[in-house]
């Protein structure tokens, strides 16, 4: 039988009480236990500083670039859909989704932004040590690409940017505009959200945004080749939990629990861009199935993951073989997160949040290992849209995030969207 958590709670805990203190300590935070064991940088780009995030204070008034940010704080747009970026040749794209930022060689950072709507594509941003922008360019066409969702990085400095639809693959893109995109057909054909990548074993881990999705792990042939893996050529395996689907789908936080990895027999059941048999998360039916596949990023030896379906947060061991539920908002009436979506973690071990609902919170939000929550942003006056693409420049100071649809679209998809950047004092000292 699967051993629950038990909960530290005599009653449910209200959003409000969590935001004010008076939870004082209530382990909400079987996520923050998770993630005090994180000490080391992840691997990943837009994760910031080198530290913990510091005293963030209360959001501040509305702003009338329609955001709301802590006080002591600056803010400023740096896109808009359908402008020309300042001090680029580039077109800004609408429905800008999954982000992530890339150092590079002159003390600068790019910051990459995908499009989530048909056509596609990904574009980039270049930024110099002051956080200007000088370059501005196409690094996934949207004539190749479509409803290019979440993503993520590579440990070799690319960009995972993941088509959310049935026929959907993931491209790899040169963030610094150097090399062409290109598709990797062995990771599998199916409605990708985002990736992540064990830099231990090149490992790529994939989910799926399905309400009957499931988790995977891309095993490539070569997994080291001057650095980098070789992901032309690999097994697809889809993970088992061993447990039963309804003691995996029923409330609360729970585990660990052991899981194995079943083959998926044929990773890309498509034959002139129609699908000709089964979808791969119906190819093994003993495998588990995940309610909404999210954001996914490692750090320090495990792989999170977030289902908005269920708004869980999820933590894979792959070296201990475990998967475990370490935030479920059915433990809350009036629950922090709703709809979890894109998600960073911090090299310190803070795990930021965003969330897949335009009638959720609208914020971006950090839960500490320290039990510390802290909204960092939050849009204002921009009902029907949602927060995407969160990322540090690579010195902490700068934050970059979207609104998808922008003000005024009223939930409406296609015509509009707004990218930010709001610097500070985001990580102690």
């Known amino acids: 039988m699967l051993l629950r958590s ?4 005599k009653r449910p805990i209200s959003r409000r009480q969590l935001l004010s203190g008076g939870a004082q300590a209530v382990g909400y935070f079987a996520l923050a236990r998770a993630l005090t064991g994180c000490g080391s940088s992840s691997n990943g780009s837009g994760a910031g500083g080198a530290g913990r995030l510091g005293n963030i204070g209360p959001l501040g008034e ?35 989704d999954g982000a992530a930022t890339y150092a590079t060689d002159d003390g600068g950072w790019i910051y990459v932004s995908n499009r989530e709507f048909l056509p596609g594509g990904a574009n980039a941003l270049r930024f110099d040590a002051s ?33 959310e639809y049935e026929l959907g693959l993931i491209w790899e893109c040169d963030p610094f505009g150097n090399a062409l995109a290109r598709p990797l057909r062995a990771l599998g054909t199916f409605a990708h959200e985002a990736a992540a990548v064990d830099p231990r074993t090149n490992y790529v881990y994939e989910t799926e945004d399905e309400s009957d999705g499931r ?6 042939d070569t997994p080291n080749v001057g650095g980098r893996a070789d992901l032309t050529a690999g097994t ?67 792989v999170y993951f977030g289902t908005k379906g269920d708004r869980r947060i999820w933590a894979h061991d792959p070296v201990a073989q475990t998967v475990e539920c370490i935030y479920d908002d059915a433990m809350f009436a009036e629950p922090i997160l709703d709809s ?90």
Not at 6 to 9: D, E, G, L, M
Not at 63 to 86: C, H, K, M, Q, Y
């Open 215 to 220: 988790f995977y792990r891309f095993v490539p």
């Open 6 to 9: 038990a909960s530290p709670w």
């Open 131 to 163: 956080g200007e922008i000088v370059d501005g360019y196409n690094v996934l066409s949207g004539l190749v690409s479509r409803i290019n969702c979440g993503g993520g990085i590579s440990p070799w400095n690319t960009w995972f940017s993941g088509e």
């Open 340 to 429: 979890v979506d894109n998600i960073v973690i911090t090299p310190g071990g803070d795990l930021i949040v965003v969330e897949d609902k335009s009638e959720a919170n609208q914020q971006a939000v950090a839960i500490t290992r320290d039990n510390r929550i802290l909204p960092m942003i939050e849009l204002a006056g921009q009902e029907g849209s949602e927060v995407t693409g969160p990322a540090f420049s690579p010195d902490g100071r700068h934050f970059y995030f979207s609104s998808q649809r922008g003000p005024g679209a009223n939930g409406v998809t296609g015509f509009a969207g707004i990218t930010y950047c709001v610097s500070g004092p985001w990580f102690a000292a």
């Open 62 to 96: 509305p702003l009338d670039i329609g955001i709301r940010i802590p006080e002591g704080f600056t803010a400023r747009v740096i896109a808009e859909a359908n402008r020309i970026v300042p001090n680029t040749s580039l077109l800004w794209h609408t429905d800008p």
């Open 236 to 302: 697809l395996q889809v993970m088992r939990v061993l447990a039963t689907q309804d003691e995996v789908d029923a409330p609360g936080t729970f585990g660990p629990l052991p899981v194995e990895w079943l083959t998926v027999p044929n990773p890309n059941p498509v034959l002139g861009g129609v699908l000709t048999g089964d979808p791969t998360r119906l190819q093994v039916p003993e495998s588990t199935a995940f309610d909404g596949g999210e954001g996914i990023w490692y750090h320090d030896g495990i």
